[in-house]
């Protein structure tokens, strides 16, 4: 899997945008974006993917750099049920049959 | 319904013994996974069916032995539990190709 690299932990207020950035420096053409997120003690959770094009979905948007290295996962409107830990994640070759989960952004989402 | 079902949700048991968590799905896919999720977060996929068939083995000790009776269920059998095997225990489904959506967890204990 392409190595990616996020920042351990963030803030965010309830009700704003909340930025997830993440490093995928190596990442090769036909490779994919996926985020994933784990609210406390419950299963991992699919949020969006992409692969070159920015996607929106009715949980975020995923907006990927041109030259593919980056990503940035935006929640628009916060709230504290997002709170959770946010895994960016490229599996190999472009497909979701091997996830690899990093150590995740841990998003805590304040009044 | 709950798309992908896990039970039982937590177990407490003696090392040396042998136990088995269940897991159902309903959402039809074909291909269902297990992943351990170890006390410093840490979550690694360790088994991969496609219907009904091994896909993925990531090197983990034969006591650990996957069975799909079929392919909306892939259940876990572990022998000869020992201390580092307590860890949560989540199986997941998917396409293969794009998400996959995980069940509650199993919370294992050895004592």
């Known amino acids: 899997d392409a190595k990616t690299t996020q920042p351990p932990s963030m803030d965010c207020a309830e009700g704003r945008a909340a930025n997830l950035p993440c490093n995928h420096s190596t990442i090769s053409g036909n490779e994919y974006v996926y985020w994933y997120r784990q609210i406390h003690s419950q299963g991992p959770q699919y949020i969006i993917h992409?692969?070159?094009n920015n996607e929106t979905n009715e949980m975020a948007s995923l907006i990927i750099t041109e030259d593919r290295k980056s990503s940035t996962l935006i929640l628009p409107h916060a709230t504290l049920r997002d709170t959770a830990v946010y895994y960016c994640i490229v599996p190999y070759a472009g497909t979701a049959s091997k996830l690899t989960f990093g150590t995740g952004t841990r998003l805590q989402v304040t009044l | 319904d709950t798309a992908v079902s896990q039970t039982p949700k937590y177990l407490v048991t003696q090392m040396g013994n042998d136990k088995s968590i269940k897991c159902e799905q309903n959402l039809g896919h074909d291909t269902m996974y297990w992943y351990k999720q170890d006390s410093k977060k840490f979550l690694k996929i360790m088994f991969s069916y496609n219907n009904k068939e091994l896909i993925i083995n990531e090197t983990v000790p034969n006591r650990f032995s996957p069975k799909s009776p079929d392919k909306a269920h892939l259940n876990l059998h572990i022998n000869s539990l020992e201390l580092g095997d307590s860890a949560v225990y989540f199986c997941?489904?998917?396409?293969?190709?794009?998400?996959?959506?995980f069940g509650p967890g199993t919370r294992l204990t050895v004592t």
């Open positions: 992409g692969l070159k």
């Open positions: 997941a489904t998917g396409t293969g190709q794009d998400e996959q959506y």
